[in-house]
């Protein structure tokens, strides 16, 4: 062995703040209500604000934007007509901050149904109880909301759409870990504060194990090797790198092991110390085995359109019981299309 050194999502109740029915003879009415509660766009504008109240509930905004019945606010935000920050919001309880960005969609687009299919395709909950939930995601999806993420379909948000169609009234989720837009891979969330602060705890230490796959370009010299390199941000960018000396940074470790060479391309598993962001993209590019299909920290490939890394399994101590609970997951179709091609395109020996 070689040693390199170097949110919580949380439905609340809906506010009543707003006019009654009865003291709203106009409500109802207009071509962007009518727009946006029967998806046949009379308007082609969007009506765009800024939220000046803290903790005021999404519904009771809408209501008073539209001047319109809770019923049909309520109605409109279910049916992805209303982004916050770029990012659709289908929880007519979520509490606003001031200076939130809002925006009302008049034709909450058709195409929304299709791009929600197109990327939770592969998203399967595979435990669920009253402490935590496991989920296979798909590559493809974000974890969580960012603040570029332009009406941005999350695991976030759909794990609690799902949820509430299984009859839930007041999903709780916590995002205890992440994995990038293009990992695939097996994924645990909390549904207690409890839970949350007993998973967390465990990233800490060796109780919480992940284990990744990683197609790289380039072959390692040793069978398997340590990556200790702590990691910097870029606060203009938020491009991560191996920090620099004097530069404000996070311990990283990252364990890897060569499991497959295929000509100048190599499979690798991989095990976190420490779970920063993008974290074995770096790492893996810091020594020369950048992910393959990476365009950001790796290198593009012909034969995967996405960072060719995928989340196999997770092993971790169950918050209630404490009993060790362990998934894992095949890679998807793109990973083994990918690494098929490497194999019967690399030289014989």
């Not at 390692?220 to 000396?245: M, S, Y």
């Not at 095990?271 to 074995?280: F, P, S, V």
Request: proline share 6%.
């Amino acid at each position: 062995m070689i040693h390199c050194r170097g949110y919580r999502f949380v439905e609340q109740k809906s506010s009543n703040a707003g006019h009654s029915p009865e003291t709203n003879p106009h409500r109802d009415s207009g071509p962007l209500y009518s727009a946006l509660t029967t998806g046949r766009a009379s308007v082609s504008r969007k009506t765009e604000w800024t939220a000046q109240e803290d903790q005021r509930a999404l519904q009771a905004e809408i209501r008073q934007q539209l001047d319109t019945s809770h019923r049909r606010a309520k109605e409109i935000i279910l049916r992805g007509g209303v982004a916050i920050d770029g990012n659709v919001v289908t929880d007519p309880g979520f509490r606003l901050r001031s200076g939130q960005q809002l925006r009302m969609d008049p034709d909450p687009p058709r195409l929304r149904t299709a791009h929600r299919k197109m990327v939770t395709e592969g998203l399967e909950i595979l435990h669920q109880d009253r402490q935590v939930l496991v989920v296979q995601k798909p590559a493809g999806l974000l974890t969580v909301a960012t603040e570029e993420g332009e009406n941005e379909i999350t695991l976030q948000t759909e794990v609690y759409r799902r949820l509430r169609h299984e009859g839930e009234k007041r999903p709780i989720l916590f995002i205890v870990q992440r994995l990038d837009k293009d990992t695939s891979g097996v994924i645990v969330l909390a549904r207690t504060p409890e839970a949350r602060d007993a998973i967390k705890h465990q990233l800490l230490n060796t109780k919480f194990k992940r284990r990744y796959l990683a197609l790289c370009k380039g072959t390692p010299r040793q069978e398997e090797g340590i990556c200790d390199f702590p990691l910097h941000t870029d606060a203009r960018n938020k491009r991560v790198r191996v920090a620099r000396p004097h530069d404000p940074c996070k311990s990283a470790i990252t364990h890897w092991k060569l499991q497959k060479k295929m000509g100048d391309h190599s499979l690798l598993e991989v095990h976190l110390e420490t779970g920063r962001r993008n974290q074995i993209r770096v790492h893996l590019g810091h020594i020369q085995l950048p992910i393959i299909g990476d365009e950001k920290y790796g290198v593009t490939s012909p034969w995967i359109r996405r960072a060719a890394l995928h989340a196999e399994s997770l092993t971790f101590v169950h918050p209630k019981t404490l009993k060790e609970m362990a998934f894992q997951v095949d890679p998807p179709a793109d990973f083994t299309e990918c690494l098929s091609a490497l194999e019967k395109t690399a030289p014989k020996s």
